[in-house]
């Protein structure tokens, strides 16, 4: 019994941004520093960009 691919196609869908959300760039985010810390409630976490550009958050 042969198998069924799905098609597969070279264009990639395109995401509809999520209605409601905000969307923060993380230039305006940073101001040209490499880690900050975020207020929630009583706890402070501390958003950092790595050498590669990854996010990492850590309390």
């Known amino acids: 019994m042969p198998t069924v ?3 597969q196609t070279s264009e ?7 209605k409601g959300l905000q ?3 993380s230039t305006d985010l940073f101001r040209g ?3 900050l810390i975020i207020q929630h409630y009583d706890n402070e976490y501390f958003l950092q960009i790595t ?3 990854k996010l990492i ?3």
């Open 33 to 35: 520093k490499t880690r």
């Open 57 to 59: 958050l850590t309390k």
């Open 23 to 25: 969307r923060i760039n």
């Open 12 to 18: 990639k869908k395109e995401l509809s941004p999520s």
């Open 5 to 7: 691919q799905p098609e």
């Open 51 to 53: 050498r590669q550009g």
